[in-house]
Nanobody, 117 residues
């Protein structure tokens, strides 16, 4: 049974930092791409960052230089370090996993991040 469990969300002032974590189980973690998506109220879910099985990271332009995605294949976790958070960073953050051929995809339940002024 696949499980993706996010943690680390909360309320933070603009300019602050949060570290999100996703604990994975039930699939071959080391060979899967891991991603973080964000869904703001009234908006579609959007890709924030992705890390490949080889460790190559890609970011949405608006977070590049402020967010860092990482993975630990031994612990089967992925993290998103978010620095200098902006008000538009508010939303539900979801962990996602998929193999390179994208034949399946799994979602976590989400963790809420609220950036206040």
């Amino acid at each position: 049974q696949v499980q993706l469990v996010e943690s680390g969300g909360g309320v933070v002032l603009a300019g602050g930092s949060l570290n999100l974590s996703c604990a994975a189980s039930g699939f071959p973690f080391s060979s899967y791409y891991m991603s973080w998506y964000r869904q703001a109220p009234g908006n579609e879910r959007e890709l924030v960052a992705r890390i490949t099985s080889s460790g190559r990271a890609n970011y949405q332009e608006s977070v590049r230089g402020r967010f860092t995605i990482s993975r630990d294949n031994v612990k089967q976790t992925t993290a998103l370090q978010m620095n200098d958070l902006k008000l538009e960073g508010t939303g539900e953050y979801y962990c996602h996993s998929m193999p390179q051929d994208r034949t399946v995809g799994y979602w976590g339940q989400g963790t809420q991040v609220t950036v206040s002024s």
